[in-house]
């Protein structure tokens, strides 16, 4: 239909353009042409990265899934049933299925299916909360129903709560308590690159943590000298004197 076609001719508007930005961002940061999403396809499905750890075909139905969505993903599961549109469940289930081939696997590789999970956990609530309460009520009756309504607004808000209380508790201690460390060095860094001193001798730093354990110059804000031990696959790995 038109409208398809519309939904199409937008869609792939913006993902040229998206693209192109992109493109146009790596030459300006890398100094040369490069196309980094092919360069992502390359290096994974040539099994480059299975040097950073390898999980079974299985990982993402068995254990992503459920870790990326958490408590929304039975909400979801309920709305994929009920809504009886199946179309936008397929861009999710071919970016699970196309990942799962690769050996190596992480979270962060299902991100994008995400948006399209929380629209169905909606549809998933919004039919638990009126999976009792009836579809028409007449117009001539003295609203025999309110009760009917009360207990599907209740069960609406009681999902509501259930759903914050248990995402609420692992995003706090995620974000304030675990692995903090990294972010309270580097703020102490941070300080200390940004405090004059009388001495005239740059600031050099090496990290002698795990390979990419901090965010570096994303929160130090000043060009200074920083290294850290490198743990690229073998064959992959400079000459470097501070190996991992």
């Not at 999980?55 to 993903?73: D, E, K, V």
């Not at 081939?101 to 629209?119: G, Q």
């Not at 209380?165 to 300080?191: N, T």
Request: charged residues 10%; neutral net charge.
């Amino acid at each position: 239909s038109q409208q398809k076609m519309i939904v199409i001719a937008e869609a792939m508007g913006f993902g040229v353009l998206a693209l192109s930005m992109q493109v146009v961002m790596d030459r300006i940061c890398y100094g040369y042409w490069v196309l980094t999403p092919l360069n992502f396809i390359v290096f994974n499905v040539s099994g480059g990265a299975s040097a950073y750890g390898v999980h079974p075909w299985h990982w993402y139905f068995s254990q992503g899934l459920a870790t990326i969505y958490m408590s929304t993903l039975a909400p979801a599961l309920v709305g994929i049933y009920q809504s009886g549109k199946l179309q936008p469940i397929i861009p999710v289930l071919f970016t699970t299925v196309i990942h799962s081939m690769l050996d190596h696997k992480e979270f962060r590789f299902l991100l994008p299916t995400a948006p399209i999970m929380m629209a169905y956990a909606g549809v998933g609530l919004l039919e638990i909360s009126q999976s009792s309460a009836p579809r028409e009520v007449p117009s001539d009756a003295a609203d025999p129903n309110q009760k009917s309504r009360r207990q599907s607004s209740l069960r609406w808000w009681m999902c509501v709560f259930a759903l914050a209380v248990s995402g609420l508790g692992p995003a706090l201690y995620l974000s304030f308590f675990h692995q903090r460390g990294p972010i309270d060095l580097m703020r102490w860094l941070a300080v200390e690159a940004h405090t004059p001193t009388e001495s005239e001798q740059e600031m050099n730093v090496l990290y002698l943590t795990a390979c990419h354990a901090t965010p570096y110059y994303s929160m130090i804000h000043k060009n200074i000298s920083m290294q850290f031990l490198d743990c690229s696959p073998p064959g992959l790995r400079p000459l470097n004197p501070h190996d991992e």
